[in-house]
């Protein structure tokens, strides 16, 4: 039977950014690692007698392999071995993986996959190769300058990073594109520019046109789809199952795409106001200007509902960290992750956001919100952030006094709806509850509507 084999990059987020930090060179490694990561899945396999599996889909790092002619379950295992090894000669700190499996065809082997993966293996029918990166520590070994982790073998950086360094400089005729050229390319296209990817974090913090807004902040969003799985488990066809991987694909890049384009007016028009690290299947991890966050994911989530309309119960969960430039970005990336995921527990199946904001103390912890609590209250937020900052933090502390004070919430919101009339405000109508008058407090702080560069002045556009 002919042998069917994926090899690839586990948990690329963690690879890509061994070499954090917010300057030129690091962020320029991080996208040599996107690239060689690019590279690795579209680089050829034939002389291993591999050729690219024409009925899978595009994942991320990964290369869908079918050998060409029949192999035993020993000769598969074999093959998927040297197939890991040729990829971890071009990623060499990278965690890798190759599952394998023989089947007559790829509907059965994708099943066969996907329980290897699982660690469900059959005997000489399916396997699982996992290849860890090397140990962090050797006796005696000189840390990489770059990234801390690696072993140096000549100079001050390992050879992952130096790898990193040359891919990062420029793209040749013979690379993969990253997601990052690949969207750039797009949202050029769509909008009739020629925009060009940011040199470091500092000028993609700086790029919004607002003078109110604050030129040192990120926020890094990380969306995964919800009920995908289930999808896929309930399409027995395998041109159908293709055809929905397609469009997942065509959906989370459009709403990508759309997400970005949408930013553009509020920011200088001659790089893309975004660092993309994923934009694929049903996964997206992009950095923004911190004033910008709110707009992209909401954007994004509801941009990505509206594309896969036609599937039923398909949606985007997303989490978004603020953070400061100067702040290790890997930090941001897995507080995003771990927003998302807390955002999946508490909203099981549907599109909702969990925020953190690291540059605040007692940020760390993620709140979460609906997408249709976010529509529904965009006016009433755009109100909370348009007031004094000091009237916000003075609330704020009353609501901390009070609740070491153990004062009951309904009675503190009785107070604060006094405050609201005094105030002639419209806050007074709602019917706030304390824990979502918190929650907006919190939102209002990266909310700040944004203007638009034809909203400013000439000058103002500096
Ligand atoms: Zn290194």
């Not at 190769?129 to 982790?149: I, W």
């Not at 400061?324 to 998302?340: L, R």
Request: aromatic fraction near 6%; hydrophobic fraction near 40%.
């Amino acid at each position: 039977m002919p042998a069917y084999i994926d090899v690839g990059v586990v948990r690329i987020q963690e690879y890509i950014t061994r070499t954090s930090g917010a300057a030129e060179g690091q962020l320029r490694k991080r996208r040599g690692a996107s690239r060689m990561v690019a590279n690795a899945a579209a680089a050829s396999y034939l002389d291993l007698g591999l050729e690219p599996n024409p009925e899978s889909y595009h994942v991320e790092g990964v290369a869908h392999l079918r050998s060409i002619g029949t192999l035993s379950g020993a000769e598969a295992a074999d093959r998927a071995g040297a197939a890991i090894e040729r990829m971890r000669a071009q990623l060499p700190y990278a965690y890798l993986r190759a599952s394998w499996a023989l089947a007559d065809t790829y509907s059965t082997a994708f099943t066969l996959l996907d329980a290897a993966r699982r660690g469900e293996t059959a005997e000489g029918v399916s396997g699982v190769l996992d290849y860890l990166p090397p140990p962090r520590d050797t006796p005696f070994s000189k840390r990489c300058k770059s990234c801390g982790l690696g072993e140096v073998i000549t100079g001050d950086t390992c050879g992952d990073c130096r790898r990193r360094d040359q891919a990062g400089k420029a793209q040749t005729t013979s690379d993969a594109p990253t997601p990052e050229e690949r969207v750039l390319a797009e949202v050029n296209h769509r909008a009739h520019l020629s925009l060009t990817a940011v040199t470091d974090l500092t000028g993609l913090a700086r790029l919004p046109v607002d003078p109110h807004a604050k030129r040192n902040h990120l926020a890094t969003i990380y969306a995964d789809g919800n009920g995908v799985g289930k999808l896929f488990e309930s399409i027995g066809d395998r041109t159908a199952a293709q055809t929905t991987s397609k469009d997942l694909d065509s959906a989370i890049r459009g709403a990508g795409r759309d997400a970005l384009v949408s930013l553009l007016p509020y920011c200088r028009d001659k790089s893309l106001p975004a660092v993309v690290t994923v934009l694929a299947a049903d996964d997206a991890l992009i950095t923004v200007p911190a004033q910008l966050g709110w707009t992209f994911t909401e954007t994004l989530l509801t941009g990505f509902a509206q594309q896969v309309s036609g599937y039923e119960s398909l949606s985007l969960t997303a989490g978004i960290v603020f953070s400061h430039v100067k702040s290790p970005i890997e930090a941001a990336i897995s507080a995003a992750d771990e927003a998302m995921r807390d955002a999946k527990r508490a909203r099981h199946g549907q599109a909702a956001i969990g925020w953190a904001d690291l540059t605040h103390p007692g940020g760390e912890d993620a709140k979460i919100c609906d997408l249709a609590w976010l529509r529904d209250r965009r006016q009433v937020l755009d109100l909370v952030s348009g007031l004094p900052a000091s009237q916000r933090s003075g609330w704020e502390r009353i609501i901390a006094e009070a609740a070491a004070a153990e004062v009951d919430a309904a009675d503190l919101m009785v107070f604060f709806r006094r405050e609201f009339n005094r105030l002639g405000s419209v806050l007074a109508d709602l019917d706030l509850t304390l824990d979502e008058f918190q929650d907006m407090l919190d939102l209002a702080r990266w909310w700040a509507p944004p203007r638009r560069r034809d909203q400013l002045a000439v000058d103002g556009d500096q």
